[in-house]
């Protein structure tokens, strides 16, 4: 195998992610979007394993080890996210960005939606090691209901946690529609690096 070969081998293969966000904020859509056959996009899930699967390109393959779909409520969050963050290449916290800036009310807690997601990014901030923040990507999925720009859209996102204390984990924003296939594989490459 070439010296070239051998180090692409190594960089894209068995790579791990971590999806993280709130129940019904795309993680699932992101994942099948990715090309993840086990993945279903509105069912709310609890924590659904998926096979290693790849993420095809013209000119790069990125092979993606198997893993689980965890649901977004918080004490399954909190019981799982620091070991998935750790133990990920890349990190997704996912955020449903129409209803964060139009602050919805989750139907189960009662809670605003834009409350729950900042809780869980200051939770992020306290109990992760901020070595591991560069690998953590904001996704602002349902940017498509949205009437912004994607870059007003990030400006807005960013002045509403200026001054918290996890502003740090929002300065990687990437505003999609989730169920576009083509947006979200050219978000993974951005994110990626590749």
Request: aromatic residues 14%.
């Amino acid at each position: 195998m070439s010296l070239f070969k051998d180090w692409w081998h190594r960089s894209f293969y068995g790579k791990r992610i971590a999806m993280l966000g709130l129940k019904a904020a795309g993680k699932s859509q992101f994942l099948k979007s990715l090309g993840c056959k086990e993945a279903n996009p509105g069912v709310r899930s609890q924590k659904e394993k998926y096979n290693w699967f790849k993420v095809s390109y013209p000119d790069k393959v990125v092979y993606i080890k198997a893993g689980y779909d965890i649901g977004g409520g918080l004490e399954i969050f909190k019981q799982s996210f620091n070991k998935r963050i750790k133990d990920s290449d890349w990190v997704f916290f996912i955020i449903d960005i129409d209803k964060y800036l139009n602050d919805g009310i989750d139907e189960e807690s009662h809670e605003s939606y834009q409350y729950q997601v900042n809780e869980r990014l200051d939770y992020i901030n306290k109990n992760v090691s901020n070595r591991y923040f560069d690998k953590i990507a904001i996704v602002l999925t349902h940017a498509d209901m949205m009437s912004q720009a994607s870059s007003e859209l990030i400006n807005t996102f960013q002045r509403l946690t200026r001054e918290k204390t996890y502003s740090v984990l929002t300065s990687h924003c990437y505003p999609i529609d989730a169920r576009d296939e083509r947006v979200v594989l050219e978000c993974f490459k951005r994110i990626i690096g590749i």
